[in-house]
């Protein structure tokens, strides 16, 4: 990964099955403070307290979890990183998504985020990738 996670210098990604580039960079002025992703065109962005929540919620799971990523209006698969993003158990109580219309995709955009910042594994799989904690 590069980049330093700001607006000027964001952090350059890939999705997990390596066929997407983007960017995200932390936006703690917003309210509430998010993270801003950026596929080609499309903005989205998510509660910044998604980068822990995630991670802590991957190591009460103890074992891989599917990425489960899909659009807002799509179901997600039960117990998937994006049915925990979405679910109403969650420390958000619901979607961390932040842009109605856009709130999908966590399961996308967020393991591949957490896996350059050290926190978890991620498979890189043409298809059904997983993600597992690592502690700190």
Not at 34 to 45: D, E, N, R, Y
Not at 107 to 132: K, S
């Amino acid at each position: 990964m590069t980049g330093a996670g700001t607006k000027d210098d964001p952090w350059q990604l890939t999705t997990a099955p390596g066929s997407s580039a983007y960017t995200m960079y932390r936006d703690e002025s917003a309210d509430p403070p998010a993270l801003v992703c950026q596929v080609g065109s499309t903005t989205l962005k998510y509660h910044l307290s998604a980068v822990d929540d995630l991670h802590a919620w991957l190591l009460a799971q103890g074992d891989w979890v599917p990425l489960g990523a899909a659009d807002e209006l799509k179901p997600a698969a039960a117990g998937s990183v994006e049915a925990w993003g979405r679910d109403e158990a969650n420390p958000v109580g619901g979607w961390y998504g932040l842009r109605k219309g856009y709130r999908g995709r966590f399961g996308m955009y967020l393991p591949p985020l957490l896996e350059a910042l050290g926190l978890v594994e991620l498979t890189h799989d043409a298809r059904n990738n997983r993600v597992r904690a690592l502690p700190r």
